[in-house]
């Protein structure tokens, strides 16, 4: 199957303490949703709008991410991320993501994304460690 702009998902989650700013960072960060966790949702969501047009051995990687935090979100709230497919380019995928709580839009933002051999994607890496001696 190809994979063509227009593809999108969603993912749900309630905010747990361990998605916290506070449970990431340190002590005096307040206890809500943080950005690095928003971003990884946003990410996964966006791989999940194309997992299933993928190939038997491909996968993919992030590579850009251009987001904005807009509105904190406090635990036991849901959140909702959607991801849009804006542009195929060869390999190279990228997307509009969005979230929202129960209140309003918390964040918004560009992602892109490659499709990967994951067998090769993994060679590369074992040379890269293997070089590290």
Known sequence: MEICSGLTAETNLVVQESDTARSSGDETLPPVLSTPR????????????ILPFLA??????????????????????AVRVRAELLSVEGRRLKYRVEAWDAIEKIGEGEHERFIIDTQKFIQRLETKTGSRA
């Open 38 to 49: 928003m971003v990884a949702l946003m990410e996964s969501t966006a791989h999940k709008a």
């Open 56 to 77: 038997e051995g491909q996968s993919s990687v992030g590579t850009v991410v251009n987001v904005r935090h807009l509105a904190a979100t406090p635990v036991g709230m």
